[in-house]
């Protein structure tokens, strides 16, 4: 509301006029302000022309009802430049005399519009800058800073009004004399050229002394210098951007035409080289890398630094496609082998796509600069050392069924599939000459005594089986290639897409247990891989061998399609028993690693329980079952293969009943309708693989149903769906605001609400501590806020973008996070603390740690930022884990800050140097905290009960107020 003292000001002094959409006004008067009495008011920076806006509006901020709007003369600079306010509608504002405000008996009335002026102003000109340099020293309103030349300085939180004890520069370009006042909101920064100690004041002592008013000059002069800057910089943008997106059509359209004539041209050049439509040399190279990879790269949104755009770094392109890589180092000899495609970084060169040839061996290399594709000899390939990068495509982000892995498997080895497919059905082919050769041996040659065709038959036979072996080895090889080729991807990807999985997903489920669902993936791959394409090929082969029967003896061939039925009917059905056992055995065995894991997680505890032997009673039950239902299941097998080892001397004792039956042995019947000698053996050889082949296609088809079990075990992680799917939005870089809107939500559909209505909203910089009851919703509304789970009604939001549509992993990059029961890595300090920001250096970890008071301890340990630590990092306290943690979450300076019950197992000095340290941030904290004394210097202090916030208010506020905030407070005390 605006301040009586004012509202009457304007009526006496001013005049009070209404401004909307069509009734703008340019504030051009320095010795005018305007007070905003009904409405809100649109600040816009705009080019004049003869007094009048022309061209584009820049807009800077909003000036709500009973703010202030100051009047700046830019009519002189060589573009002239001024304000633009346009009102909402209904809105009226007050004119009121620059002298008549300064004169004002009581200056109280001024600090709260005067401060937002100028917070909103100096936040205007910082925020085209990205990214946002990293301040060396923050202060206080009301502190001493002695800063060292060249260190940026930041306000921590609100606005600080600083005389220049020397020369700076205002947001690195704006100078600003010796003596000068500047008011610095939090989100800016100054530098001074030498060394002077800098006092700030806040707004209201700024205004006591007239200081306020000359800051306010300084701000003007500063906006008019560096705004108008920015405002060509955004033409300049603009017309970058429509040329680049006409380069971008042209390149697209040539693109498509070299797609269209692709057919026509070189075979030698391939399908890659047109993948990817952007003359970024890198960008064309990943294209190439997963086109040859099976899929199609998207261009990553355009980045700018300092207005200007930038061209896609790696991280940029894999973060946009979901797509991880990893470091592949080039050993000597690495051409000889396929480590399928491959990118390479070079420091001073173009990057290059490394891809293997699938059948004649070998590698081709593409330049993405001139396009070439080219074979890689042995000796440019002993050129390119170091290490290059290896990419995994991720699977859909929908739910997968079992026919989709199947698929993809297939997809991932289909050239190993279709070698293993041709050598085979040559193998095939030659393998029936035998039964053919057979009856010549027998019919022709040995009754002819004729020894040159034995021995030429011999040799062929020989020749034939030497040729067969090395068709079946060949096939076995390709069989590998795919298993491995498959696998590895395949392992990858599911590893991929358990990582990416919404974290409601691990609620329900133990690690354990999610271990070997991920493992039981790799069955199906298994199975798919050799196995589907061996059982195609010997049905075939079955196929032809019983057509060779036929050809002999239709007769006796009934009879043999007789005795396979007889045969296979009891394997399908110990087949289907072992399916069922099979199932239990998988369940089983998930069950009990899970369990495993757990036990050998809690031994501490079970241990100080003295309960180990009744864990190791629980677990022994659990394997006893998975045991016996192995038995079972493995003697069920046995008795398969026993009845198949049997088949073979059964059927024959019935196929030669059945000869003797029907008159067909050898020189049987009054007509010689017997068959002779070479035909009956012919057939049997035949009837042999036949048999055989149908066996193990039996065998197989067995196999693969039994991945029905396997599928269902692995079926949460494959139908569940990863947070990156649904071409969510990327947020860009926040600014720290975050609203909760009439949130609710429930953990189950028939639990009661946890919370109904709930709506709270913090400012970008503010301090905010939530305190409450044990059970009140304090962890579950930062587990909303991370994304963690999703709410029934309502919305979270982050500068106005509701989290449901943002990409989740792309938010919290920009989040740093200390979570109740925190763990440390194994592996070094240095790694803990730098988390995944590979970028950092240890110097801005030892900055890190130094902020939450952890950074004696590091030097009092012999090796330092390299000590390890282990799984259970049992080698540091537990107030030395939560300031590791704490260090992790600030190393990366993000723009907001989340911490539940960060500080409760620190001591009271360190937790003074964590508190001073995060009052000292220049970002958005939200603070869980059951320990009231590290929330006593919070802007804001929320009290959550019952899924409510029943109180707000500042630690003093709520102390004088009384309720449920000071009732806590005294119980601590107590």
């Known amino acids: 509301m605006p301040s009586p003292a004012l509202i009457e000001l304007a009526h006496r002094h001013g005049e009070i006029r209404p401004i909307a959409g069509n009734l703008p006004l340019v504030l051009e008067d320095p010795g005018s302000a305007w007070l905003v009495l009904e409405g809100e008011v649109e600040l816009f920076l705009v080019p004049l022309e003869d007094g009048k806006p022309a061209g584009l509006r820049q807009h800077l901020f909003s000036v709500p009802k009973g703010g202030l709007l100051f009047g700046i003369d830019g009519s002189d600079l060589p573009a002239p430049v001024g304000l633009l306010a346009v009102g909402q509608v209904g809105s009226v504002i007050g004119r009121l005399p620059l002298d008549a405000l300064r004169a004002l008996p009581e200056q109280p009335p001024l600090a709260a519009p005067v401060e937002a002026w100028a ?90 002394t007239g200081e306020a008013w000359a800051g306010l000059e300084t701000l003007h002069r500063q906006l008019l210098e560096l705004l108008p800057l920015n405002l060509r910089l955004a033409a300049v943008d603009e017309a970058n951007r429509l040329r680049a997106r006409a380069e971008a059509d042209l390149s697209a359209g040539r693109a498509a035409l ?46 700018r630094l300092h207005g200007a755009l930038q061209p896609p770094t790696l991280e940029d392109i894999l973060r946009a496609n979901a797509i991880r890589a990893r470091l592949v180092q080039l050993e000597e000899g690495w051409w000889r082998r396929d480590a399928g495609p491959l990118l390479l970084l070079q420091e001073n060169a173009p990057p290059l796509a490394l891809l293997p040839r699938r059948f004649r061996g070998g590698w081709r290399v593409y330049d993405p600069v001139s396009g070439a594709v080219s074979a890689l000899s042995a000796r440019d390939a002993a050129r390119l050392g170091g290490a290059a990068q290896s990419l995994t495509l991720p699977l859909p982000a929908r739910p997968l069924s079992g026919f989709s892995i199947i698929g993809r498997v297939l997809d991932w080895g289909r050239g190993e599939a279709a070698t293993m497919l041709g050598l085979g059905a040559a193998a095939g082919a030659l393998n029936l000459g035998l039964p053919l050769a057979t009856g010549v041996l027998v019919d022709t040659v040995i009754p002819a005594y004729d020894l040159p065709k034995l021995v030429e038959l011999g040799l062929v036979l020989g020749l034939l089986a030497g040729v067969m072996l090395l068709l079946r080895y060949a096939v076995q090889i390709a069989a590998l290639r795919m298993e491995g080729h498959a696998g590895t991807r395949l392992q990858a990807a599911i590893l991929d897409r358990l990582l990416r999985l919404p ?41 032809i061998s019983l ?207 946890l919370f109904d209505d709930l709506s709270v909203s913090i400012a970008a910089g503010e301090y905010v501590a939530v305190v409450g009851p044990s059970g009140s919703g304090k962890s579950s509304l930062l587990r909303l806020l991370l994304g963690f789970e999703a709410p029934q009604s309502g919305a979270v939001l982050y500068d106005g973008q509701d989290l449901q549509g943002l990409d989740p992993q792309a938010l919290r990059r920009q989040l740093g996070v200390v979570l109740q029961g925190g763990r440390l890595l194994p592996g070094s300090l240095l790694e803990n603390i730098l988390g995944p920001n590979l970028h950092l250096t240890e110097a801005e970890a030892w900055a890190a ?63 003074a140097v964590v508190t001073e340290s995060l009052d000292r941030l220049n970002a958005t904290r939200l603070v869980i905290a059951h320990r009231l004394s590290t929330v006593v210097h919070a802007d804001r202090i929320l009290v959550m009960k019952d899924g409510r916030i029943v109180e707000s208010g500042s630690f003093s506020e709520l102390m004088e107020r009384g309720g449920v905030f000071r009732e806590l407070a005294e119980r601590q005390l107590v």
């Open 849 to 911: 740690a130094e902020q939450v008071g952890l950074a004696e301890d590091i030097r009092a340990m012999p090796m330092r930022m390299q000590t390890v630590i282990s799984d259970s990092g049992s080698t540091l306290s537990g107030g030395q884990v939560q300031r590791v943690l704490l260090a992790r979450a600030v190393v990366a300076r993000p723009r907001i800050l989340l911490l539940d019950e960060a500080t409760s197992a620190l001591d009271n000095r360190t937790q």
């Open 503 to 543: 974290m409601g997903f691990f609620r329900d489920h133990n690690a354990g247990v999610l271990a070997k669902r991920a493992l039981a993936i790799q069955a199906i791959q298994q199975a798919v891989g050799g196995a589907m394409v061996g059982s195609l090929l010997t049905g075939v082969l079955a196929l």
């Open 119 to 208: 917070r909103e102003m100096s936040l205007a000109m910082a925020r085209p800058i990205a990214p946002r340099p990293r301040l060396a020293g923050q202060f206080r309103p009301g502190e001493r800073i002695d800063p060292q030349p060249g260190q940026r300085l930041g306000c921590a939180q609100g606005l600080g009004w600083v005389t220049l004890p020397a020369p700076g520069f205002f947001l690195d370009t704006g100078e600003v004399e010796q003596g000068e006042t500047l008011p610095l909101a939090a989100g800016a920064w100054l530098e001074l050229t030498r060394a002077a100690p800098l006092d700030s004041r806040d707004t209201a002592a700024a205004l006591a």
């Open 547 to 753: 057509g060779i029967m036929a050809w002999y003896s239709p007769a006796l061939t009934l009879v043999a399609l007789a005795c396979l039925a007889v045969l296979l009917v009891p394997g399908v059905l110990l087949g289907w028993l072992r399916l069922r056992q099979e199932r239990d055995v998988v369940r089983l065995a998930g069950d009990s690693a899970g369990l495993l894991l757990q036990l050998a997680t809690g031994i501490a505890k079970l241990r100080l329980a003295a309960a180990e032997h009744r864990a190791f009673l629980r677990w022994s039950r659990l394997q006893a079952r998975l045991a016996r239902q192995r038995f079972l299941a493995e003697q069920t097998q046995s008795l398969a293969e026993l009845l198949n080892g049997l088949g073979l001397p059964l059927a024959t004792a019935a196929l030669f009943a059945a000869i003797h039956a029907l008159g067909l042995a050898p020189g049987a019947g009054a007509a010689g309708n017997g068959l002779a000698l070479g035909a009956l053996l012919g057939f049997l050889n035949a009837f042999s693989q036949c048999l055989g082949g149908l066996t193990a296609m039996m065998a197989t088809a067995v196999q693969i149903a039994g991945l029905r079990p396997v599928y269902a075990y692995a079926a949460p992680i494959l139908q569940a769906v990863p947070e990156t799917g649904g071409g969510r939005a990327d947020p860009g870089r926040i600014s720290g605001a975050i609203e909760v809107s009439r949130l609710t939500f429930r953990y189950a559909p028939d639990a009661p609400a």
């Open 258 to 303: 070299d797609r269209l004539a692709a057919p026509l041209a070189d075979r030698a050049a391939p399908a890659e080289a047109a993948q990817g439509d952007s003359d970024d040399p890198l960008l064309r190279a990943v294209g190439v890398v997963v086109a040859a990879l099976g899929g199609t790269l998207a261009p990553p949104p355009p980045r």
